[in-house]
């Protein structure tokens, strides 16, 4: 759903409306014409040619990226379709992104034929692989990588599934990469397909071409989400010998696997499964009884052995994919086998990270959001749909970067948005580049734009009134990118030592005992609603040891193979105040005051203030201070030249706060779970922008003037400072995103 919105996203352009809202201003950013004159523009951050010195790899230590020399590397990421624009277009929009500080895109593709009409199951969607390969001949020019995801089985539509002949009686393709032995070949000549022909835009194949960074085997798929249940028929039947196969190679025969399982019949099977010991096709409990709504009892032993061969069937047919990768295509670019989450991400979590240990990449796709009920939640907001504006700033466990990370691994985050109608957004790109920082997290992809520059709000489609729920080329999103981009680059917070090392036996992980810290559920706008959005956050498992407050102090890591004990920092629970409602990162350079709804970043080379500023009204930093009585901004300032803020000679500070569509109007609304506001108009272009009045003062004696910007970092005017025993103060402008000091 989310690729076929997407397209119709694409191509729209401004509408000319200008309008006179008090308390706005209008957003009206032009093209970017890429002058030499721009006072703000990152792409001196990137490499002349991506993989001018080879193929990113792993560091010595597993756990973060390098570049073909070694030099360590670090991607600002986003999701892109503007490849659909053509060849000049995608050269435009490459500029566009590197401006921005964008080091790396992924297409979320689908390689194979996947429509109604025409096609088999071996032959590949050639438009595809051309926009893949002008995708990354344009991106590596601007010295932007391309990470690949080449399947996503819910885009099969089922007729060219029947036309395939792989599915005979389940619910599409879900799950059935991992034992349908038809459509692994298949999959494999995708790759073939896909990664030996030379590329005519660059002359080399993708397998040798370095600008090619990350490979994914596939998009949002797993054995251990609740699709699992929808496993049919034959496919089920198959997937019962394989159980059966795997039972006789662990116990040594079916008997001694029953005589194990004390005879236990299996509970709530799918498919309306039976045991078939005389054929060896055993059953398989729906995925419900391996969640913390059930109690195992007599047939824990049997789940324990269900548990360990979903999660192995998976790991192994990675560990192929990786080898067939390597040995038969000769691609030495990395692997990311998953980016899914589970049917409990409090149990079953480690399982599937652990799955992704086969490859070289650890991954997830994770959103933001707030309620929102209407026709099309899953994709468009029209007049009539009820939203709240809960605010991510007071529930910080839903920041996409709580994460477990498995011990020596890059962990990326495949997908990830503040999605509409969330309009307190401009916080997502600051706080992710912080907490990222500060964790160890390697890469998020925005998702997602098919625009080659900015996107306007206009409707999603050529009919619907109504604006997309995937918008990332706006002020609130990719406008926050500048500064955002020059925190997790340049590493301007601190990595923080991890503050809990939990070492999992496999034993542990298939008995499915809960965990020390635990994260949260991740959020998907297109999958939680109903049933599925009311089981989020309510596991019934034994309620973890460690705050997961934990997470925003620092690293919260797994470990799969050591055989000590666990690790927690000693000064772990000191930096959780959950009476005040503040964590404190390990490394003292950030700050969350949850009840507050204000997020502090005070490091020598990154300060701010980001969220509820009327909260406080002043925040004194270490060399700044921000006066504002904002009810909702973010203001960043890092310097240009990598140094301190005290010293440095180029100092960018970005002002965001929220945007809607001109003439967006909402009323409030009932919901069974409180009060919420219903859209009355969705509004159209331009984006109006809420005035931010606010004076900053920095402790600085080499900056002596400032210059307010436009969105394409063009000088508008000259902004008055003054200047008192080395503190430079000026009062910021309320209708521009960025200032520069000099």
């Known amino acids: 759903m989310k690729r076929q919105c997407i397209a119709l996203l694409a191509g729209l352009l401004w509408a000319p409306a200008v309008a006179d809202t008090p308390g706005t201003w209008d957003f009206q950013p032009g093209q970017d014409g890429f002058s030499d004159a721009a006072l703000l523009d990152l792409s001196y951050l990137n490499e002349a040619?991506?993989?001018?010195?080879?193929?990113?790899?792993?560091?010595?230590?597993?756990?973060?990226?390098v570049r073909g020399?070694?030099?360590?590397?670090?991607?600002?990421?986003?999701?892109?379709?503007?490849?659909?624009?053509?060849?000049?277009?995608?050269?435009?929009h490459a500029r566009f992104l590197a401006k921005r500080g964008v080091n790396m895109v992924r297409l979320h593709g689908q390689i194979p034929q996947a429509g109604q009409s025409g096609g088999t199951l071996e032959e590949i969607d050639t438009a595809e692989r051309d926009q893949l390969w002008q995708l990354v001949a344009a991106m590596k020019q601007e010295g932007i990588y391309v990470?690949?995801?080449?399947?996503?089985?819910?885009?099969?539509?089922?007729?060219?599934?029947?036309?395939?002949?792989?599915?005979?009686?389940?619910?599409?393709?879900?799950?059935?990469?991992?034992?349908?032995?038809?459509?692994?070949?298949?999959?494999?000549?995708w790759l073939r397909e896909t990664l030996l022909p030379v590329n005519p835009y660059t002359g080399l194949a993708l397998k040798d071409d370095p600008a090619l960074a990350i490979i994914q085997m596939q998009n949002e798929d797993s054995l251990l989400f609740w699709t699992f249940n929808n496993i049919k028929g034959r496919e089920a039947a198959l997937l019962g010998a394989r159980f059966g196969q795997?039972?006789?190679?662990?116990?040594g025969s079916l008997a001694?696997?029953?005589?194990?399982?004390?005879?236990?019949?299996?509970?709530?099977?799918?498919?309306?499964?039976?045991?078939?010991?005389?054929?060896?096709?055993?059953?398989?409990?729906?995925?419900?009884?391996?969640?913390?709504?059930?109690?195992?009892?007599?047939?824990?032993?049997?789940?324990?052995?269900?548990?360990?061969?979903?999660?192995?069937?998976?790991?192994?047919?990675?560990?192929?994919?990786?080898?067939?990768?390597?040995?038969?295509?000769g691609a030495p670019q990395l692997f990311n086998a998953g980016n899914w989450r589970t049917a409990d991400d409090v149990l079953?979590?480690?399982?599937?990270?652990?799955?992704?240990?086969?490859?070289?990449?650890?991954?997830?796709?994770?959103?933001?959001?707030?309620?929102?009920?209407?026709?099309y939640e899953g994709w468009a907001i029209v007049a009539g749909d009820r939203y709240r504006e809960d605010g991510l700033l007071r529930r910080p466990l839903d920041l996409p970067i709580t994460l477990r990370q498995p011990v020596g691994y890059p962990y990326i985050i495949g997908e990830t948005l503040w999605v509409p109608p969330m309009w307190e957004q401009s916080e997502g790109p600051v706080l992710m580049a912080a907490y990222q920082a500060?964790?160890?997290?390697?890469?998020?992809?925005?998702?997602?734009?098919?625009?080659?520059?900015?996107?306007?709000?206009?409707?999603?489609?050529?009919?619907?009134?109504?604006?997309?729920?995937?918008?990332?080329?706006?002020?609130?999103?990719?406008?926050?990118?500048?500064?955002?981009?020059?925190?997790?680059?340049?590493?301007?917070?601190?990595?923080?030592?991890?503050?809990?090392?939990?070492?999992?036996?496999?034993?542990?992980?298939?008995?499915?005992?809960a965990p020390l810290v635990a994260a949260q559920q991740g959020y998907d706008p297109n999958r939680?609603?109903?049933?599925?959005?009311?089981?989020?956050?309510?596991?019934?498992?034994?309620?973890?040891?460690?705050?997961?407050?934990?997470?925003?102090?620092g690293p919260v890591q797994v470990d799969f193979d050591s055989e000590t004990g666990n690790f927690v920092h000693p000064d772990l629970a000191s930096l959780i105040d959950e009476d005040r409602q503040v964590v404190t990162s390990l490394t003292r350079e950030l700050s969350w005051d949850w009840g507050a709804g204000v997020v502090t970043l005070d490091a020598p080379r990154a300060q701010g203030v980001v969220g509820a500023l009327s909260s406080a009204t002043t925040f004194a930093l270490q060399d700044i201070t921000i006066e504002s009585d904002a009810d909702y901004a973010s203001i960043i300032a890092v310097p240009l030249d990598g140094q301190p803020i005290a010293d440095t000679s180029r100092l960018l500070v970005q002002i965001n706060s929220i945007a809607r569509p001109t003439g967006w109007s909402a009323e409030p609304a009932q919901h069974e779970s409180g009060p919420a506001l219903a859209v009355t108009a969705f509004g159209e272009a331009p984006w109006q922008i809420d005035r931010v009045q606010a004076q900053v003062s920095i402790r600085n004696e080499r900056l002596s003037r400032a210059t307010a910007l436009d969105a394409n970092g063009m000088a508008t005017r000259d902004i008055t400072v003054s200047r008192s025993n080395g503190i430079l103060s000026l009062v910021l402008p309320d209708d521009a995103l960025y200032v520069i000091l000099e």
């Open 528 to 553: 939680d609603t109903g049933i599925l959005g009311a089981l989020l956050g309510s596991s019934g498992a034994r309620q973890p040891d460690i705050s997961p407050y934990s997470f925003l102090a």
């Open 348 to 375: 079953l979590d480690d399982l599937e990270r652990y799955a992704y240990t086969a490859g070289d990449v650890i991954g997830v796709n994770r959103y933001v959001t707030g309620l929102h009920e209407g026709e």
């Open 49 to 65: 040619i991506a993989g001018e010195t080879g193929f990113i790899r792993r560091s010595d230590d597993g756990a973060a990226f």
């Open 438 to 513: 500060l964790t160890g997290i390697d890469v998020s992809y925005w998702f997602a734009t098919g625009e080659t520059q900015w996107r306007a709000p206009q409707s999603a489609n050529g009919y619907l009134p109504s604006i997309g729920k995937w918008q990332l080329a706006t002020p609130q999103q990719m406008g926050a990118f500048p500064a955002a981009a020059l925190i997790f680059r340049l590493g301007l917070i601190d990595e923080a030592p991890p503050v809990v090392i939990e070492r999992r036996p496999h034993d542990t992980l298939w008995a499915r005992a």
């Open 147 to 189: 990470t690949f995801s080449p399947y996503y089985p819910h885009l099969v539509h089922p007729e060219a599934a029947r036309r395939w002949q792989v599915p005979v009686d389940s619910e599409g393709l879900t799950g059935m990469i991992y034992f349908d032995p038809v459509l692994q070949e298949a999959y494999k000549g």
């Open 256 to 329: 001694a696997a029953r005589d194990a399982w004390g005879n236990a019949a299996v509970p709530g099977p799918i498919a309306d499964m039976r045991d078939n010991w005389d054929s060896g096709v055993i059953a398989l409990s729906n995925i419900w009884h391996l969640t913390r709504d059930a109690d195992p009892g007599e047939a824990a032993a049997r789940l324990a052995d269900q548990t360990e061969f979903l999660t192995m069937i998976m790991r192994d047919w990675h560990a192929e994919i990786a080898r067939f990768l390597r040995e038969d295509i």
């Open 69 to 92: 020399d070694g030099a360590p590397i670090r991607f600002w990421a986003l999701n892109s379709y503007a490849a659909r624009n053509g060849l000049a277009a995608l050269e435009d």
């Open 246 to 251: 795997f039972l006789v190679g662990k116990y």
